[in-house]
């Protein structure tokens, strides 16, 4: 060994392990004597580590030379870890066999908010990307937290690590792989803020708040924290408190506290571009959407070191054509999202997809509901009838304006179009719990019944021959069919329930199903009562005679049932049906004894009786011929049917006398 690292080695036991500083200048000077010392360079890259210089610490590793670097690979992997290049990181510390250090590099290249117990780093929310394994990452620490822990206080960080791992899964839609889903009284500030990211993904927001505020209370008592890092913590779970009052509902409050938050004040790119977010999205009322829309889009890019998580960055792209929505840019939404549709086909369960079909057909309708929009969304539904979103935005306006039928053969259609697809994993989109559930609530407003249990029993067909089974999808379905008369729907149930106890034994409702399914058919299940709550006790409260007074309650009957139960049975008689008595249309002075005048019918100026009224009325009437020509000769004859030879005048006669009557008028 040589004077240099000697010293060195004098110098790191005697100095503090806060004085980095100190340190890195003994290894620059240990390293001009002595320029391939691993220790030495060892030394220097976990200072600059410390010292959060993770660029300098990526170069002294690059200049140090391989064989230096294959003598240090748990600082190797962790310098790569710290620079964004996970995956060679990733790599790197699976080769090391039999270190802690190395396994805890491991986990945390797919970890959030998780502590180094070999540096004690604390890596927030939003500060790093990682290759979101979380799978891989909690089996890590299942195993790390088996075996003793040399380091002290190293427990308590595989707990705290253990913990951000089941909220990632819980974000991911992985909620299964958790062990413990009990959320418990935290001591630690860390701790408590991924148990309230795990409530919060589980949609337990009142619960998420509530931890929170514990963090938050922790944080400001800790004596660990500077004052820097303590507003460091706070403004991060402050922007997750705005997001859980935004979601809750609490307008006012999240205003408020989005004026507290100040975006500049917060020390990474990541965690300001969600504190700003979050600020648009907490605004009740976004009275100048151009405003908010560059607000957004000011955000400087993010570094490779500082990205966002995968279910981060989808809400956001999903904000920002919502805000391009509001400022009209419908052509600019249409391009981008049938550029992504290009890449990532349809069908598909995942729910960004589905949101970015949403978001395709506003823009397409121009934001406008009712008729109007669906009038813009059929022609796309033709050209994409495999795409769950767009379907299900046609079924939800459909609904909107109270036309059920045409929301059901919408729904119908998409599930048959999926159906007779080829395709292997297609089949996983048309028995989705999710679709099945909105079908199946389409049939209730309907009241079809049957149509209820055939899809039920199809869905619980599929998904029981699988590894992967939706429980709560499998429990509707078995309850559904356990009611049917026919004998197959009874066996179906009594299979499904089979298999959900089998599954997991300590599940009531799996064993409650189970012994109602076997109840009329086997004596086998006499034992699995003991695991229920006896009947006694469930039926303590309830007063037998009170409920025999009130009578039995009758359902609220669906629209068809009611138009049903209106229609006549066939086997009743028909009833007689009521004689209308219609008024009397004769005259008031009418008199029975009278004989009615034979020219009633004709109209009041070709009676006989027509008197006109007025002078000229009556030379009218005297002018008009009446009767016949005579045939003898050219005579008319007249009302007494004698001829009259003065009657007809010369046409010149009555010109003449006109002529003669404007002469005089003149003198």
């Known amino acids: 060994m040589s004077s240099g690292t000697q010293s060195l080695n004098v110098l790191l036991q005697h100095t503090g392990l806060d004085d980095h500083e100190e340190i890195l200048k003994a290894c620059n000077a240990t390293l001009k004597q002595s320029k391939k010392d691993p220790k030495t360079f060892q030394a ?24 230096v670097r294959n003598e240090i690979p748990l600082e190797r992997s962790y310098t790569l870890y710290k620079n964004g290049q996970l995956a060679e990181a990733r790599s790197i510390a699976q080769g090391i066999t039999n270190d802690r250090g190395a396994r805890h590099v491991e986990a945390q290249a797919v970890c959030v908010h998780c502590k180094f117990p070999y540096g004690d780093l604390v890596l927030t929310f939003v500060q790093s990307y990682r290759l979101e394994h979380f799978d891989q990452a909690a089996l890590l620490y299942q195993d790390l937290a088996k075996t003793h822990a040399p380091i002290d206080n190293e427990g308590n960080d595989i707990r705290i690590n253990d913990g951000a791992v089941e909220a990632q899964l819980e974000w991911t839609g992985q909620g299964n792989l958790v062990q413990n889903r009990v959320r418990s009284r935290e001591d630690f500030f860390e701790a408590a803020y991924n148990a309230a990211c795990a409530s919060i993904a589980q949609g337990d927001l009142a619960q998420g708040d509530v931890l929170l505020k514990r963090s938050r209370d922790l944080c400001n008592a800790s004596g660990d924290l500077s004052d820097e890092e ?20 609490k307008g006012s ?3 408020q506290l989005a004026s507290q938050i100040t975006s500049e004040d917060i020390p990474d790119a990541s965690t300001q571009y969600v504190a700003q977010n979050n600020s648009i999205s907490a605004s009740a009322d976004i009275k100048n959407p151009y405003m908010a829309h560059r607000l957004l889009h000011t955000t400087l890019s993010l570094p490779d070191t500082d990205k966002l998580f995968t279910f981060q960055s989808d809400r956001i792209e999903e904000n920002a054509f919502i805000l ?28 960004h997809l589905n949101s970015l079909s949403v978001l395709n057909a506003a823009a397409h309708a121009q934001n406008r509901l009712g008729r109007f929009g669906i009038k813009h969304m059929l022609p796309l539904l033709e050209k994409r009838p495999l795409d769950v979103g767009l379907a299900l935005v046609v079924v939800q306006l459909y609904i909107l304006t109270n036309n059920h039928a045409s929301a059901v053969t919408v729904m119908e259609s998409l599930l048959k179009h999926l159906e007779s697809s080829e395709a292997f994993d297609h089949q996983d989109v048309r028995f989705a719990p999710g679709l099945i559930a909105t079908a199946v609530s389409l049939y ?13 029993a199809k869905a619980a067909s599929y998904w029981r021959h699988k590894s992967k089974r939706p429980t709560s999808l499998l429990q509707a379905a078995g309850l559904g069919l356990l009611e049917s ?21 300590t599940s009531r409702v799996a064993t409650a199903g189970y012994i109602a399914a076997h109840a009329l058919s086997s004596d086998l299940v006499a034992d699995q009562t003991k695991g229920l709550t006896p009947t006694s006790r469930l039926v303590a409260g309830i007063d037998a005679s009170a409920l025999e007074e009130a009578g039995v309650p009758q359902p609220k009957l669906s629209a068809d049932a009611q138009a049903a139960s209106r229609k006549r049975a066939l086997d009743e008689k028909p009833k007689p049906a009521k004689k209308r ?5 004769l005259p008031k002075e009418f008199d029975p004894s009278k004989t009615p005048d034979p020219e009633r019918w004709l109209p009041l100026k070709e009676r006989s009786s027509y008197k006109p009224k007025g002078k000229k009325g009556r030379q009218k009437v005297a002018g008009l011929t009446q009767g016949g020509v005579d045939k003898a000769g050219d005579t008319a004859t007249g009302p007494s049917g004698k001829g009259s030879e003065g009657v007809i005048k010369a046409a010149g006669a009555g010109v003449a006398n006109k002529a003669k009557n404007k002469k005089k008028s003149k003198k």
């Open 485 to 505: 008369n026919n004998s197959e729907d009874q066996d179906l149930s009594r299979e499904i329930f089979a298999t959900l106890h089998d599954q997991d034994p």
């Open 581 to 585: 008595s219609r008024k009397s249309r």
């Open 44 to 67: 220097k890259i976990v200072a600059l580590l410390k010292l959060d210089r993770y660029d300098d610490a990526l170069r002294v590793l690059e200049d140090a030379g391989e064989d």
């Open 444 to 456: 209730i407003l309907q009241g079809r019944k049957t149509q209820i249990k055939t899809e039920l």
């Open 324 to 351: 391009d929505l509001l400022v009209s840019k419908y052509g600019g939404v249409i391009e981008s999202t049938s550029k992504i549709f290009t890449e990532q086909p349809h069908p598909t369960i995942a729910s």
């Open 253 to 255: 409050d999240a205003e």
């Open 230 to 249: 303590k507003t460091a913590e706070l403004l991060s779970i402050q922007v997750q408190q705005l997001y859980v009052l935004t979601r809750l509902g």
